[in-house]
């Protein structure tokens, strides 16, 4: 783990920063690049105002969904709730704030006749880039690590966020490996299915490879019973996805292909 990349007088370059930072510049870049090679730009015209308006909220709500769902250990240091850039971002809480702020946006603006289905497919693939990084940030960093377990493929000896060392799973590279194989599936996907398939496809399979990885996070969180809160999300997420999918495909029913 390399929390600090360096450090410049009493300044610290934090792995987690940098990592996420190019993140969201990858993701904007492509999406960016994905608008330029449209036939009808048009469609999206504007579409840079509807990304920075959701990012503050992305951000924002992603914060509070992490400070929350440890609490017990912000409300012992209070000062560190506003410390982002040491890492601490909630996937559930910046996803449903940042789609939220988009849906208001397009709301606002409903004159320009373009369905929030199609600027959220548009900005999908981007979000799963980032969402790449984000998991690599905290491999960097050191936070969702795993719970101890027996030696195994997915096990190494690792540190928790105090800095003892066991046997854990590996939950950071796993959330990594299944979120680069749903990138490449959106990348083959985005021009096959019509926008509404493909948005609710692969915001399930996100949040689907997110679950999983909670299974098998030892750091501290919520709970609902016996499970964690995260996963709890991260199922009714699916849950929400399968319903719109479903629903979309009855209505789209023989014009399924976006060529």
């Not at 971002?89 to 603006?109: F, K």
């Amino acid at each position: 783990m390399y929390p600090i990349l360096g450090r410049y007088g009493p300044f610290f370059l934090y792995s987690y920063t940098v990592v996420m930072g190019l993140g969201l510049l990858a993701g904007i870049g492509l999406t960016a690049w994905f608008v330029r090679k449209e036939k009808e730009k048009q469609k999206y015209a504007g579409w840079q105002d509807g990304l920075l308006v959701s990012l503050l909220p992305a951000l924002i709500g992603g914060r509070i969904g992490f400070v929350w769902g440890n609490w017990s250990y912000f409300q012992e240091v209070p000062d560190e709730i506003i410390l982002v850039w040491q890492g601490g971002l909630s996937y559930h809480g910046a996803l449903i704030c940042g789609l939220l702020a988009v849906w208001l946006w397009l709301w606002r603006r409903r004159q320009i006749g373009v369905s929030f289905t199609s600027y959220a497919a548009l900005l999908m693939p981007g979000f799963v880039l980032a969402h790449l990084f984000g998991w690599a940030a905290c491999w960097l960093e050191g936070c969702a690590f795993g719970r101890e377990t027996t030696l195994g493929w997915l096990a190494a000896d690792l540190p928790d966020s105090f800095g003892v060392f066991a046997v854990r799973y590996q939950t950071q590279l796993l959330g990594f490996g299944l979120t680069a194989v749903i990138f490449v599936v959106a990348l083959l996907l985005r021009k096959r299915l019509k926008d509404g398939l493909f948005l609710w496809l692969i915001f399930g399979l996100v949040s689907a490879a997110y679950g999983i990885a909670t299974l098998l996070r030892g750091d501290s969180g919520m709970l609902v019973g016996s499970f964690r809160l995260d996963t709890v999300l991260s199922a009714g997420l699916v849950l929400v996805s399968l319903v719109g999918f479903v629903l979309q495909f009855r209505e789209k029913k023989g014009d399924l292909v976006g060529f």
